[in-house]
DNA sequence: ATAATATTAGTAACGATTATCGTTATTATT
DNA sequence: AATAATAACGATAATCGTTACTAATATTAT
């Protein structure tokens, strides 16, 4: 995976790193479609899941709907509207939020988490 | 919705009650076609929505993979291993894990949250 | 340049879930 | 208890997000 560079991973991952709303695969080959006529929605596919397996960039497991990718890759959590769907960076940062665990409590190993809260984001609430 | 009694819905959430595994849909119609020999898998999926949407089970979005469910309703957390797919309750419970948030620092409205830790389970890191 | 092969575009296939549709079961009404 | 209204069913087709396949192309090493 990922052995030779290739201009359409350089501009997905450029794409993905020039947004901040978490974009799913279909929305950043809808954009590059516009640079890129001839790219293929598999190739979007293909590189953004090769990003997310080498750690380059997060794919963030999204209930019902697409997967939708994030390339800060700190942990962090994430918001997303029950109306409109979209999905947000939450405010505070993880350490904040979640505490140091009990390690003591659980027998395996924990590698990380996800936390993502529900709700209605600020537009949705003012219709 | 959930307007009339069916002993299909019945037997379904007496089955996932029955169990602290957070079966799939398809593990519930397996077990189910022993005792109900004609039942059919959109009928599973359909109750187990309906019982969701009404708040009577939890739907537990599983990254990639089926979605689970549990007959537990408290918010509580879950663990997912990496390696052998199982999706176990996480001891600590909800409310010793994350903290009350600063509802200040966020417009929207927050419903609930969804907090799923990842590792490896006890009997996977004895292997 | 040449060779080796990773990556691509295009498309078919896949798995999980939902929708459709004619039939059956449940509930309310007579 | 029979009848009517309709929710829920079983069977299956359709949908959606994603992955797999294949021949052609692009990248990298020789």
Redesign the interface.
Known sequence: MLQKHSKQREAILAELSARKDHPTADDIYTVLRKSHPNISLGTVYRNLSALADSGKILRL????GSDRFDADISQHCH?K??VCGCVSD???DAGS???P??RE??????????????????K??QK
Chains 1, 2 share one sequence.
């Open positions: 497991h999204n209930g019902k918001f509207c029950t939450f405010s505070a939020v979640l505490p665990l009990d409590c659980f027998e395996g190993r924990i590698d990380g988490y996800s936390l993502m809260f529900y709700g209605v984001c600020e949705c609430l």
